[in-house]
């Protein structure tokens, strides 16, 4: 049974930074590409960051690029996401999810397995 379990959410203040942890479990890890994803009050779930298993290739979305960093320990069965430099807008759940590095982690339909989120709220 796979599971994908988020921590490190919470509350911070504008500019402030958090680092998000996913355990995976149940699944061979290194063979899977790991992606993020948030979805805001009334928004639709969106795409923060992927990394391939190899940790050397990292995805962005625009609105996160050069103030999120997506890094993986194989190990520890763990993705990360360090946020700095919050702002209102990035308050959402977040989500991890695993993916077949084959196919395009950009797209949230493409990901075989979900966590269940944590909240990151940042004041506005």
């Known amino acids: 049974q796979v599971q994908l379990v988020e921590s490190g959410g919470g509350l911070v203040q504008a500019g402030g930074s958090l680092r998000l942890s996913c355990a995976a479990s149940g699944l061979t890890f290194s063979g899977y590409a790991m992606g993020w994803f948030r979805q805001g009050p009334g928004k639709e779930r969106e795409f923060v960051a992927s990394i391939l298993w190899s940790a050397d290739t990292t995805y962005y979305a625009d609105s996160v690029k050069g103030r999120f960093t997506i890094s993986r320990d194989n190990p520890k069965n763990t993705v990360y996401l360090q946020m700095n430099s919050l702002k209102p807008e990035d308050t959402a759940v977040y989500f991890c999810?695993?993916?077949?590095?084959?196919?395009?982690?950009?797209?949230?339909?493409?990901?075989?397995?979900w966590g269940q989120g944590t909240q990151v709220t940042v004041p506005s």
């Open positions: 999810a695993a993916i077949s590095p084959r196919l395009n982690t950009r797209a949230a339909r493409e990901y075989a397995y």
